[in-house]
């Protein structure tokens, strides 16, 4: 799921008239838009931390980068990523303990608090990884053919996907108006290192 560009229109339409010019410009150019591409992940990184509880690291693997060029005078950011598990969130308990809490409760978003997942429960899948899962509706006790009891299947609970979190109005609108903004400023930054301009 693509979510956003770093250009606008009319800041592709400056940027084309300043390409033009010679081949110190458009090193400058291409130094900008690349140096803003990072400043822009990290700012959609914390954006999103501010409604979500998820990983700053986790954001930024998320979303990659394509990077501009003299015959591409552009950046994508671009996401495609799946749900994350729900145990990467804000989830109480975080272990398979011996001593099992009355409820699990779970908080994807910050706002509200944690609330009570009803039936879900902590387990560890294969030895790979812990997770919350909840039984499905067609679960039943039947014995394993290791010769252990088990109630199955389950399914694992996952909260929103990288992309959906960053595809909200609000981010993308903050996201936009920033990189706007940063754009402009290293530009003119590596325009004076370029010595294009004083």
């Not at 990184?45 to 979500?52: G, M, N």
């Not at 495609?80 to 598990?85: A, H, L, M, S």
């Not at 299947?153 to 929103?160: E, Y």
């Amino acid at each position: 799921m693509s979510f956003f560009t770093v250009n606008t229109k009319e800041l592709q339409e400056t940027l084309k008239e300043i390409s033009q010019l010679d081949k110190k410009s458009q090193k400058a150019v291409v130094s900008a838009l690349n140096k803003t591409a990072q400043s822009v992940r990290t700012a959609a990184a914390r954006e999103v931390r501010k409604t979500y509880h998820v990983k700053h690291g986790e954001i930024l693997r998320k979303i990659d980068i394509s990077k501009a060029s003299k015959n591409r005078m552009r950046v994508v950011l671009e996401s495609r990523d799946r749900p994350i598990r729900l145990i990467n969130f804000s989830v109480n308990p975080k272990s398979d303990s011996a001593k099992k809490p009355k409820a699990l409760k779970a908080a994807v978003k910050r706002e509200g608090g944690r609330k009570m997942v009803p039936g879900a429960f902590i387990a560890s899948v294969r030895g790979s990884h812990v997770g919350v899962f909840k039984r499905t509706p067609h679960s039943r006790h039947r014995k394993t053919d290791k010769g252990h009891w088990s109630e199955g299947p389950i399914d694992q609970l996952r909260g929103p996907a990288i992309p959906v979190m960053l595809s909200q109005p609000r981010v993308v609108k903050h996201i936009q108006d920033f990189a706007q903004e940063v754009v402009m400023t290293k530009l003119h930054h590596e325009l004076k290192r370029q010595k294009v301009i004083r």
